[in-house]
């Protein structure tokens, strides 16, 4: 079975912050990762995604995210947010060909001016 | 290209009425999917298809039918409405079921059943 657990509903940062948003997940195979965004009334968009290689990966708008194996995590982050990053940011796991993408609840970011 | 289309942007239904939400994609994609969207709990896997003809049931099946009779649509009905079936409903494509396939997904169809 395969989970993602994003912690919190909300995070609120002022512009040109750093942005943190965290994501653990559990697996019992090597997982495939992923972070969508969704802005106000649209659908999900993909940011980023990490399959094989390279366990840092650069996803558009400036975020990238770390593929931890010994913390189960995948968290995202960018270094400088901007008012246009205010959205909402699921992590989701997949395993297997043909196997579910499992999202987690998702988080939602605020910008302050 | 479209991507992945839509329709209606939003609906209500009375409980007890069934209705048809559309999906098509322009993308010869193989892979279709619906989920729903509730407030904190993320999106959920109703129904999927790999491939024209075959579907399979998600997380959340009940009180869902689909069919893939073409490669291009991939309908949502909802056979007798009920409130709990109020959400957001979206459907996304990819070119196949690998793991690591980017899904492709439409602007979604907000569903109020009262």
């Known amino acids: 079975a395969q989970s993602v657990t994003q912690l919190g509903s909300h995070v609120s940062v002022s512009e040109g912050a750093l942005v943190l948003l965290r994501c653990n997940y559990s697996s019992s195979v090597p997982p495939y990762l992923f972070w969508y965004v969704q802005y106000p009334n649209q659908g999900l968009q993909l940011l980023l995604k990490y399959t094989t290689g390279a366990t840092l990966v650069k996803g558009i708008n400036g975020f990238e995210a770390e593929f931890k194996k010994s913390e189960t995590s995948f968290h995202l982050t960018k270094p400088s947010a901007h008012m246009s990053d205010a959205a909402e940011y699921f992590c989701?796991?997949?395993?297997?060909?043909?196997?579910?993408?499992?999202f987690g609840k998702g988080i939602t970011l605020s910008v302050r001016p | 290209n479209a991507g992945v289309t839509q329709t209606p942007k939003f609906q209500v239904l009375k409980t007890g009425q069934s209705m048809t939400l559309q999906c098509a994609q322009d993308m010869n994609h193989e892979y279709m999917s619906w989920y729903r969207q509730d407030p904190g709990m993320g999106l959920r896997l109703i129904h999927y298809s790999v491939g024209a003809g075959i579907t399979d049931q998600g997380e959340v099946p009940n009180g869902y039918n689909v069919s893939r009779s073409t490669t291009e649509d991939f309908p949502l009905r909802l056979l007798s409405a009920a409130p709990s079936q109020t959400s957001v409903y979206f459907c996304a494509s990819s070119t196949g079921g690998r793991a690591a396939e980017t899904q492709y997904f439409g602007p979604g169809t907000r569903l109020l059943v009262l």
């Open positions: 989701a796991v997949r395993t297997g060909a043909n196997s579910k993408l499992t």
